[in-house]
């Protein structure tokens, strides 16, 4: 269930609030990604995004690796689906930092302005996700809703179609995404082709076996 852009700013906490909930953080972690508070009140820790692309993304040829389309020394192709990438963050980190810092990660040569963040929780058996606000900061939710990234997680995804900066994109993008679509297209209809082709041979064995004389 997606719900509306978060619009209010987060409280703020004091610094010994903020000791409190990262030792009471470090002690639940299992997976040895602990936070760490810093003598000037900044704190750096790990968070999980996953990436849920349904477009390609374009990155420079020899970085990339699966399906993909080529053109000039950049290529576009489609990231695995249920992708997911640990940054080592802080506190002062933005949504929009994080983004571009992601991206970076994976070599993508695309604008991060394509891209959004939303964050994933659970609230009464049900699942909400909500899209993060530029100024948001992702690892001050992290600590605040805990370790459990089944309660709290971050998700990594194009801006609806309505919100696309098409002019972001750049004209070997669009040839390169257009490409692929071609050859997607043409796969489908190959599929379509052999499978009515199948349909045919059994409706013309079919007839053959009731008009057969005697």
């Not at 002690?27 to 750096?44: E, R």
């Not at 695995?80 to 963050?89: A, F, K, Q, R, S």
């Not at 695309?110 to 959004?116: G, I, T, Y």
Request: hydrophobic fraction near 35%.
């Amino acid at each position: 269930k997606d719900v509306q852009k978060e619009t209010e700013p987060h409280l703020c906490l004091s610094k010994e609030e903020v000791t409190e909930k990262i030792q009471s953080y470090n002690s639940s972690v299992t997976d040895k990604l602990k936070m760490t508070l810093n003598a000037n009140g900044i704190y750096t820790g790990f968070i999980k995004v996953q990436l849920e692309l349904c477009r390609p993304i374009t990155v420079q040829s020899s970085q990339s690796q699966g399906r993909c389309a080529h053109s000039n020394n950049e290529t576009a192709f489609y990231l695995p689906d249920g992708c997911v990438n640990t940054l080592h963050i802080s506190s002062t980190n933005t949504v929009r930092e994080v983004i571009e810092a992601l991206l970076k990660k994976f070599f993508v040569a695309d604008n991060p302005a394509k891209f959004a963040l939303y964050k994933r929780c659970h609230k009464e058996d049900q699942v909400y996700t909500c899209k993060l606000s530029d100024r948001e900061h992702p690892l001050y939710l992290r600590l605040v809703a805990g370790p459990r990234t089944d309660m709290l997680s971050f998700v990594l995804r194009e801006h609806e179609t309505g919100e696309v900066m098409w002019e972001a994109f750049t004209i070997p993008e669009l040839q390169n995404f257009l490409r692929i679509l071609d050859k997607e297209e043409n796969e489908q209809l190959q599929i379509l082709k052999k499978r009515y082709a199948a349909y045919r041979e059994k409706l013309e064995e079919a007839l053959g076996g009731v008009w057969k004389p005697g």
